[in-house]
C-alpha cells in the first residue's frame, strides 16, 4: 500500500504516491535553484509543471489515477535537466533524449562497504555486506559460517581484517552510501544540507536557526521512514516470495490472529530460558576473561606454546559471539513473536539453525581434534578444583 | 571525437535561430516545438527549451497568445513579434553569409 499526495501542478491537482512525490520535489527544487538569477523564474517554473501535468495524463486512465515513482522519473528524464542560463547555451544532443538526463535526481547514487553497528552480532562486517548487497544479514551471516567451516578458519581471517579495515557508517549519509539508498532519500539529505550551508553564510536562509532544525527533524524522519519502507519490502519479499500479491506482514500492533496463542506461551517460556542459559553464558565468558587478564591462562588452563595473550583474547571473544549468537537469535524471535511480530518463526528457526550448527561444531572438534579434547578435560578438571567440591556431589 | 560532439557547441548557438523559424511560420505550443526538432539533430527538452523561450520573450523577439485547450488548463501558442521578424530577417541574412563562405572555402 502507498499513500497518495495530492499535488497541485500550476494549478491542477495530480494524484502521485510518495516516490513520485518525492523525484518531483527533488526536480523541482533542482529547477527552482537553477533559475535562481531568472528573473522569470516563476513564470518558468509554473510552465514545467504544467508540462509534467499534461505528461502525467499519458500514464492515468479511469482506472488508475496515481502516477507512480517510476512513471515520474521517464517524465523526468523526458523533461531534462533546467538550463540554468536561460541562453540556451546548453541545448542538450540528440542523443541525450529520452535517455536519463545526466541532471535528473536519482540516477545513480554511490553504495560504499560499510561496518553497521546497529543490530550487528558482532562488529557488524556482515551487516555492512547485507547492506551493500540489499540481501537479509542472516544469509550473509549463514554464508560466512559455511564460509569459515569449508576454508578452515580463513573466513575468520577475512572478517577481522575487514573488521579493521572497514569504516563504520555513522552519519546519515553513510548509512545512505552502505544501503545504496534510492535517490529520494538522498536527495532529502543533501537538500538539508545545503540548506544548512545557506544558513550558515546567512545568505538564503531567511528563517532562524528554530525553522532550520525542525525542517532538519523532518527529513530524517522522512528518511529514516523510506529506509523502514524499503527493509519491510524487502522482508515481505524474502518470506513470501516476488508475488506483487502476496500476503504482506502484519503491522506491529496489529491484533495477533486467535491461533498464535499457544505459540505465545511457547515463546513465553522458551524466553525466559534462552535468557537464563544467555546468563550463565555470559557469566562463564566473563570469569575465562577475568582469568585469562589476571593469571594469563584459561581457568587455570594454560595457554599452549606459541599462541600469545592477544590471541587468545580474540578467540575468546569470538568463541562467546558464536556460542550466543543462536541464542540471542532465538530470544529475538521469542521476542517478537510475543511482541506480535509475523516473521518471528522463521527468525526462531534461524536460531535453532545455528543452535545446530554450533552443536555439529563441537562434536567435530572432540572427535576430529585432540586440542578441543584436551581443552575439555582441563575445564573438566578447573571445575572439580575450583567449583565442584563447593557445590557437593556434581562429580 | 564523434561529429555530434563536435558540432555540439554550434548546435547550441544555433538553437535560438531554428526556434525563431519555427516560431515565425504559425502560432505554436511548446511541445509542438520540441516535436518538430525531435528527430532532427537539434533535438531538445522542456528543461532547455522554456527558459529559452523566456529569454526571447523578455527580448521582445517573441510573445505568446493563451488559447483554451478541450483537455486541461489554457495554453501559451509561441508567435513571432514585429521585433522578431526583423531579427529573423537579419540572421537568415547572417547564415546565408557563413553559409557562402563555407562553400567557397575548399574544393
Same mark, same amino acid.
Request: glycine content about 10%; hydrophobic content about 45%; aromatic content about 10%.
Given at each position: 500500500m502507498q499513500k497518495v499526495i495530492t499535488v497541485s501542478l500550476n494549478g491542477n491537482a495530480y494524484q502521485l504516491d510518495e516516490d513520485a512525490y518525492a523525484a518531483l520535489s527533488?526536480?523541482?527544487?533542482?529547477? +527552482?535553484? !537553477?533559475?535562481?538569477?531568472?528573473?522569470?523564474?516563476?513564470?518558468?517554473?509554473?510552465?514545467?509543471?504544467?508540462?509534467?501535468? #499534461?505528461?502525467?495524463?499519458?500514464? =492515468?486512465?479511469?482506472?488508475?489515477?496515481?502516477?507512480?515513482?517510476?512513471? =515520474?522519473?521517464?517524465? %523526468? +528524464?523526458?523533461?531534462?535537466?533546467?538550463?540554468?542560463?536561460?541562453?540556451?547555451?546548453?541545448? $542538450?544532443?540528440?542523443?541525450?533524449?529520452?535517455? !536519463?538526463?545526466? /541532471?535528473?535526481?536519482?540516477? $545513480?547514487?554511490?553504495?560504499?562497504?560499510?561496518?553497521?553497528?546497529?543490530g550487528a552480532v558482532f562488529s557488524g562486517v556482515c551487516n555492512g555486506i547485507a547492506a551493500y548487497? +540489499?540481501?537479509?544479514?542472516?544469509?550473509? &551471516?549463514?554464508?560466512?559460517? !559455511?564460509?569459515?567451516l569449508f576454508t578452515g578458519g580463513l573466513a575468520l581471517l577475512a572478517y577481522v581484517v575487514l573488521?579493521?579495515?572497514?569504516?563504520?557508517? $555513522?552519519?546519515? #549519509?553513510?548509512?545512505?552510501?552502505?544501503?545504496?539508498?534510492?535517490?529520494?532519500?538522498?536527495? =532529502?539529505? #543533501?537538500?538539508?544540507?545545503?540548506?544548512?550551508?545557506?544558513?550558515?553564510?546567512?545568505?538564503?536562509?531567511?528563517?532562524?536557526?528554530?525553522?532550520?532544525?525542525?525542517?532538519? &527533524?523532518?527529513?530524517?524522519?522522512e528518511w529514516r521512514f523510506e529506509r523502514r519502507r524499503l527493509r519491510d519490502q524487502w522482508r515481505a519479499h524474502w518470506r513470501y516470495g516476488a508475488a506483487p500479491g502476496g500476503p504482506q506482514p502484519t503491522p506491529a500492533g496489529a491484533p495477533p490472529p486467535p491461533g498464535r496463542y499457544f505459540a505465545h506461551i511457547f515463546s513465553g517460556t522458551l524466553m525466559a530460558v534462552l535468557g537464563l542459559v544467555f546468563a550463565i553464558v555470559t557469566i562463564a565468558w566473563l570469569l575465562a576473561?577475568?582469568?585469562?587478564?589476571?593469571? /594469563?591462562?584459561?581457568?587455570?588452563?594454560?595457554?599452549?606454546?606459541? %599462541?600469545?595473550?592477544?590471541?587468545?583474547?580474540?578467540?575468546?571473544?569470538?568463541?562467546?559471539?558464536?556460542? %550466543?549468537?543462536?541464542?540471542?537469535?532465538?530470544?529475538?524471535? $521469542?521476542?517478537?513473536?510475543?511482541?506480535?511480530?509475523?516473521?518471528?518463526?522463521?527468525?526462531?528457526?534461524?536460531?535453532i539453525i545455528g543452535l545446530?550448527?554450533?552443536?555439529?561444531?563441537?562434536?567435530?572438534? =572432540?572427535?576430529h581434534l585432540p586440542e578441543v579434547e584436551t581443552l575439555l578435560d582441563q575445564l573438566t578438571h578447573w571445575w572439580r578444583a575450583n567449583v565442584g567440591p563447593s557445590r557437593g556431589d556434581w562429580t | 571525437m564523434p561529429l555530434d560532439e563536435k558540432f555540439s557547441p554550434i548546435r547550441k548557438g544555433l538553437l535560438e535561430f531554428l526556434v525563431l523559424r519555427i516560431v515565425s511560420g504559425a502560432t505554436v505550443y511548446v511541445p509542438d516545438i520540441l516535436k518538430r526538432l525531435a528527430h532532427t539533430e537539434f533535438a531538445t527538452q522542456e528543461g532547455t527549451l522554456y527558459p529559452l523561450l523566456s529569454k526571447l520573450r523578455r527580448e521582445g523577439l517573441v510573445d505568446y497568445v493563451w488559447q483554451e485547450s478541450d483537455s486541461g488548463p489554457p495554453r501559451k501558442y509561441y508567435r513571432l513579434t514585429e521585433s522578431g521578424r526583423t531579427h529573423l530577417a537579419e540572421l537568415d541574412a547572417y547564415w546565408a553569409l557563413i553559409n557562402q563562405t563555407i562553400s567557397s572555402l575548399g574544393s
Open positions: 527533488a526536480y523541482l527544487d533542482q529547477s +527552482a535553484r !537553477a533559475l535562481a538569477a531568472n528573473p522569470d523564474s516563476a513564470e518558468i517554473i509554473a510552465d514545467l509543471e504544467q508540462a509534467i501535468g #499534461e505528461k502525467c495524463t499519458r500514464y =492515468l486512465n479511469p482506472h488508475k489515477t496515481v502516477v507512480t515513482g517510476a512513471e =515520474l522519473r521517464l517524465i %523526468i +528524464a523526458e523533461m531534462g535537466p533546467v538550463d540554468g542560463d536561460g541562453a540556451g547555451s546548453s541545448a $542538450s544532443a540528440g542523443a541525450q533524449t529520452g535517455s !536519463a538526463a545526466p /541532471g535528473a535526481p536519482g540516477v $545513480s547514487s554511490p553504495r560504499r562497504l560499510y561496518q553497521i553497528s546497529e548487497g +540489499a540481501v537479509d544479514v542472516t544469509l550473509v &551471516r549463514a554464508i560466512f559460517v !559455511a564460509a569459515f573488521m579493521f579495515i572497514l569504516p563504520y557508517a $555513522s552519519t546519515s #549519509e553513510e548509512h545512505a552510501a552502505a544501503h545504496g539508498v534510492p535517490f529520494n532519500a538522498r536527495t =532529502l539529505v #543533501e537538500r538539508a544540507k545545503e540548506k544548512y550551508a545557506q544558513f550558515a553564510q546567512g545568505q538564503e536562509w531567511r528563517g532562524s536557526r528554530a525553522q532550520w532544525r525542525s525542517e532538519w &527533524r523532518r527529513v530524517r524522519a576473561l577475568l582469568s585469562l587478564v589476571t593469571t /594469563g591462562a584459561l581457568l587455570g588452563w594454560s595457554l599452549p606454546q606459541g %599462541i600469545p595473550f592477544w590471541a587468545a583474547l580474540i578467540g575468546l571473544l569470538l568463541l562467546y559471539n558464536a556460542v %550466543i549468537w543462536p541464542i540471542r537469535a532465538m530470544r529475538r524471535a $521469542s521476542y517478537y513473536s510475543v511482541g506480535a511480530y509475523h516473521g518471528a518463526w522463521i527468525e526462531a528457526w534461524n536460531g545446530a550448527v554450533l552443536i555439529a561444531l563441537v562434536w567435530y572438534g =572432540l572427535h | -
